[in-house]
């Protein structure tokens, strides 16, 4: 032992141990540089996964639900009192040491189980939502159908903002300006009242006192409440209740949707409302009243301002609408301002002042008599220049004189190359009708007849107005048209300048006054129908018969004899003196039956027809458009009964177009034909055009 503490200590003694490096402190800068790198390394965001974000919550809830735990627990021993802080009771400890059986592990097992499933419910619903709040999968009949599923709670009618509880009712300028659907007596009333409060607040604010006129302008201004109707009531009453002056350009926009009137040009002059805006003349109002004309037609009140102003007209507009009385009046109007010609040789010498060409010599001899009869307060003098009769003799009447010339297009070129007639100062020009002297072949005639008048009293191109000068006038055109094909248009953009478009209902389309009703028939039971079709008419009305050739015409005449009818035919085989004396005939009610071709579906205008048989369907749709035209005129009803064949499969295209266009009923068994259902030529190009892209 001693030895050991010799070694151990010595006379030198212990060993020195290397003594401990003493830790420094660190410095300020670097406790600033370590907390800053880790606040920089806590900022940074660090990636977790799925699996690691799932553990991350399940420990946050399970320290969650040990607070819980740990909170119910106190809260139930503060409840239980002092008696159970001493600690837990014996047989608590006892259980404790026990061991667990096998029925109380499982149970144990399977509360932890049970919890730990609804802690996962919780986490998910968390994030997921709960059902009720899931979008609820519509059915594909209720995915276009808006549902209500809010909840009480979402009522959105009150705003929780006390500063939008009381809202501020606008004042609409002190009664300038009203609330659609309130009376407005009883805003005029309102307003006044706010009115007067205003003014008052004002006066109180400003210190100025309310003298005895305030006062009364105040209580006067409360109970006037009509101060303004008047003028309120000369607004919205209808237009036929104001005078011209007072329509404003609403009131002419429903006058011409009332009327069907449209117009394309510029400048337009406002329409006619009655004979007593057109100022016309004592002669020819004296005229407008013999003739029985109460109001103007649409195509009237449209024209006759246009015509008075010298303006080139384009009118389009349906058949038996009053178009003759349209252009006949200006034209009447524009010769009273020329030179007298009757007694003035010189004058009379230059040709007439005006010039109504017309496609056939019925429509020419209707307008001839139309004319005169406007005329018959005047002296002027109307020529008839027609196929038929004797040129020689018209070119006797051409030479004595007259102010207007109703002609054919084609013996009117007669009469200049013959040199009977001269249009020197013709510089009023009617085109009637102008689609049909196309189709019938008369355009070089026409633009013969246009060309023979002076070419230097054409309105200059290019100018929007033009001013008439005293010692000249302007040439005046009118051209009217069911339909305007390219061969019209091209005509109009030669000899018009500028003109208006005067567009009345539909172009092409049947008066709605026309009631058309289509028979499917065979070509041997056309005579049997016809029959059935006119025993249901009594024996004063008028029929007109339609047949395409004149062999048919015949023999439908002999039918209609042989079964008491008293029958007249009109067709291009008879002499003029024939077809005039069937006119007349049919009109004066000597015969009560008119049996025609295409001759009669223009320009006849006979009152009270009844009934129109289309005895042959014709060719094309203007056709029919003008041959059940001839009924339904002048405000009377008429019927149109169309006889049609499969024969007649070239219209059924477009006759089925037209019916539908005029809500006339379809036939089922036109309906349903091949031919019905595509335009002629149509199914051909195609299949030449897939020939073609095979080759």
Known sequence: MERGEED????????????????????????????????????????????????????RRAEEAAAARARNAAVRAALAGPAHDDGPRPEDRERERRPLSNKEREGQAHKEERERE???????????????????????????????????????????????????????????????????????????????ELLRSLRSRTGARESVADRERDETRAADADRYEGRDMAVDSHWSEKSREEMTERDWRIFREDFSIGYKGTNVPMPLRNWEEANFPEPLRKA?????????????????????????????????????????????QYIMRQPKMLGNPEVEAEGPYAVVLAPTRELAQQIEEETRSL?????????????????????????????????????LVDCIQRAYAVLNQCNYVVLDEADRMIDLGFEPQVMGVLDAMPSTNLKPEGEEEVVLEADRVYRTTYMFSATMPLAVERLARRYLRRPTVVNIGTAGKATDLVTQRVVMVKENEKPHTLEQELEVLSDDQRIIVFVNTKRQCDAVARQLDGLEYRCTLLHGGKTQDQREESIKGFREDKYNVLVATDVAGRGIDVPNVALVVNYDMPNNIEAYTHRIGRTGRAGRKGIAVTFLTLSDTEVFYDFKKFLEDNNAPVPAALASHEAAKAKPGAVDTRRSAVQYAKK
């Open 8 to 59: 151990e200590g010595g006379p030198s003694g212990p060993h020195p141990r290397p003594a401990a490096a003493k830790a420094e402190p660190l410095s300020l800068e670097e406790l600033l540089r370590k907390k800053e790198a880790e606040r920089a390394a806590q900022a940074r965001p660090v990636f977790m996964s799925k699996k690691a974000r799932e553990e991350a919550a399940l420990a």
């Open 118 to 196: 609804r802690e996962l419910e919780l986490i998910k619903q968390q994030y997921l939502g709960t059902n009720k709040q899931k979008k609820k999968v519509l059915k594909a009949t209720e995915r276009f159908k808006f549902v209500f599923d809010w909840d009480a709670k979402e009522d959105t009618s009150r705003d929780l903002n006390p500063l939008y509880q009381n809202l501020h009712e606008a004042n609409l300028l002190f009664g300038r300006g009203f609330r659609a659907g309130i009376d407005r007596r009883e805003q005029k009333k309102a307003a006044a009242g706010q009115e007067a």
């Open 288 to 332: 407008v009243e013999r003739a029985g004309y109460a109001k103007p037609s649409p195509i009237q009140m449209a024209a006759i301002p246009l015509g008075m102003q010298q303006r080139d007209v384009i009118g389009i507009a349906e058949t038996g609408s009053g178009k003759t009385a349209a252009f006949v009046l200006p034209m009447l």
């Open 375 to 411: 005329a018959h307060f005047t002296d002027f003098r109307v020529v008839s220049v027609v196929g038929g009769q004797s040129i020689e003799e018209q070119g006797f009447a051409l030479r004595k004189g007259c102010e207007i010339v109703v002609a054919t297009p084609g013996r």
